[in-house]
């Protein structure tokens, strides 16, 4: 019968305090130290510098550039004045300071009229009226103008009326025709090229919204009887 193999035989053990030597991790190479010094910089460089740069653009954008973000209580825009040209006094096509430098501050104002409840032009206290709109250069110019005496039932004669609204008039005015006159009222076109370079080119149309002639204005004066005006009222555009 024959005999099983032998077990091989076991490797022998290093003798007591004998340690097997472990070999050294292999060095970097110069290329992977350069890339860690780049991550390095690059990670120092978006926490310094792009990230407060990014939360910067997104402060803008939720504040509307405000400083105050959206829900919060905003903070009072800047208003930018814009340069008044044309016409600015007290005159068809001025402005509300030009009124006011002129007749005082009036007793009622809104973004599109204003009035005063008693103004004195020349000798004569009157009730005035104005309305306001958007002109050429931007800025709120009077479009229209009513004056009347003050007091109830009060008259004008008619040439104290037209001496009156004459100086509402812009300085270059030039009559222009028809003129027409009856019981009822009194109505005369006139031009002004400074008037026509100051309102908007649509505040230039007949009263059915056909457009005239640049510059064109108009007054009618109601009238009470043959020589008595209750009111003259002096608007851009044709009757």
């Keep these: 019968m024959s005999q099983p193999p032998p077990y091989p035989p076991y490797p022998p053990y290093p003798p007591y305090g004998y340690y097997v030597p472990v070999p050294p991790p292999p060095r970097q190479s110069s290329l992977a130290w350069l890339w860690i010094t780049l991550s390095v910089v690059g990670g120092l ?3 310094c510098c792009v990230l407060p740069l990014t939360l910067g653009v997104l402060l803008v954008l939720n ?3 405000t400083g105050t973000f959206n829900g919060g209580t905003p903070t009072t825009p800047t208003v930018i004045a814009r340069p008044v040209s044309g016409l600015k006094g007290a005159t068809l096509g001025g402005t509300l300071a030009g009124f006011e430098a002129t007749y ?3 007793t009622r104002t809104s973004p599109a009229d204003a009035s005063w409840d008693s103004a004195r032009i020349g000798q004569q206290r009157v009730s005035l009226y104005i309305t306001l709109a958007t002109g050429q250069d931007g800025n709120l110019h009077v479009t229209s103008a009513e004056a009347s005496p003050v007091g109830a039932g009060a008259t004008w004669d008619r040439p104290i009326a037209f001496t009156l609204i ?3 008039f812009p300085k270059d005015f030039q009559p222009l025709t028809p003129q027409t006159s009856d019981l009822q009222s009194l109505t005369r076109i006139y031009t002004s090229a400074q008037l026509g370079a100051t309102l908007a080119s649509s505040q230039f149309a007949s009263g059915g919204g056909a457009p005239v ?7 009618t004066c109601q009238s009470t009887n043959a020589t008595q005006i209750s009111y003259c009222f002096l608007v851009a555009g044709a009757p």
Excluded: K, P
Excluded at 213 to 219: I, K, L, S
């Design 104 to 106: 005082g501050a009036a």
């Design 45 to 47: 460089l978006i926490v």
């Design 213 to 219: 002639a640049t510059g064109e204005f108009n007054v």
């Design 63 to 65: 504040t509307g550039g």
């Design 166 to 168: 004459a100086r509402l």
